[in-house]
């Protein structure tokens, strides 16, 4: 229910924007799981969203600069929640099929090193998003957005 301006505000000024926010964590979700975990072609990469967005190819936010993140522009909210929905539908369902045994392998996530498949479902998808997550209803409710009741 974002406009353009809206999907670009930013809450202050040390602060990204709602669709930073969220392309973030999409792309985090999408390349640890579809890269990373399987070793598959990232859903970003195979929409060719990166050229079609003018966005990074690989990088998804993590250790860049402030005025790099403030910068960018995504498209409408809708094509950008779409992308969300994406990945959701490609990645859900592998980290719900996991054994035990998957779930314990070590894999490198950088750049944040070796853990667990469980540890960074934990850390680097669920606690990081909810941390965007918050971000982005602050940022909504400035803006006298409804709550998104996640």
Partial sequence: DLTDEELHARPSAGANSIGFEAWHVFRTVDNIVRYVFLREQTVWLAQGLDAAWGLPKAAQG???????????????????????????????????????????????IRPFGEM???????????????????????????LGKPYLGV
């Avoid at 860049?64 to 490609?90: C, I, N």
């Fill in 62 to 108: 993590t250790g860049a600069e402030v005025a790099e993140t403030q910068a960018m522009r995504f498209p409408s909210a809708a094509v950008l929640a779409q992308y969300g929905r994406d990945v959701a539908v490609a990645t859900l369902p592998v980290v719900a099929a996991m054994t035990e045994a998957q779930l314990h392998e070590v894999v490198t």
């Fill in 116 to 142: 667990t498949r469980l540890a960074s479902i934990g850390t680097n998808l669920i606690a990081h998003g909810n941390q965007h997550l918050g971000s982005i209803t602050l940022a909504r409710e400035l």
